[in-house]
């Protein structure tokens, strides 16, 4: 995750810079070139998320079977689910706020977490009463979701401004 965080803002440093240009066509063609590396670096760490798994899981041995299921489960979603939140931390992060879409980023994380995530989860635990993996799930459509919506903003360019350009 750390590394996903680095990369986000190294993503913000260097589209900043080359959105203090005249032409923002250069930090777009930064943008796309970040989130074809982020989808690569994502399916790689996603694989290995998912192989390692039954590793990891066999490192607490002193847990019952039952939770080892679960969490070599959650880990499985966690794989999957894995592309969605690198490309959010690198558009919110590197892409969004870079170019001041900083309102759009604010109200993205504000639905996806507010009127989706949560409410499902809260549903999933205290109405359904679903297994741990069910409410991961639903958890995870939070980052599934944004990344949904956020692509549109992606494709759009509206997040490519020149914030050092006087008005």
């Not at 589209?15 to 930090?27: M, N, T, V």
């Not at 490192?59 to 966690?78: C, D, Y």
């Amino acid at each position: 995750m750390m590394g996903i965080f680095g990369f986000a803002y190294a993503a913000k440093v260097m589209i900043g810079q080359k959105l203090s240009h005249e032409d923002p066509s250069e930090a777009i063609l930064y943008g796309r070139k970040f989130t074809k590396l982020t989808v690569v670096i994502a399916l790689l760490v996603s694989a290995a998320v998912a192989v390692s798994s039954p590793f990891i899981v066999k490192l607490f041995g002193n847990t019952s079977e039952e939770v080892k299921t679960a969490f070599g489960h959650v880990m499985l979603i966690q794989s999957l689910v894995l592309t969605a939140y690198f490309l959010n931390n690198v558009w919110i992060v590197g892409l969004f706020r870079a170019g001041g879409d900083n309102v759009y980023t604010m109200k993205l994380i504000l639905v996806t977490t507010w009127f989706i995530s949560l409410p499902l989860v809260f549903a999933g635990v205290y109405l359904f009463h679903w297994p741990v993996e069910g409410v991961y799930v639903v958890f995870a459509l939070e980052e599934v979701s944004k990344a949904c919506i956020g692509f549109f903003r992606y494709r759009s360019n509206k997040w490519a401004k020149n914030l050092a350009q006087s008005i």
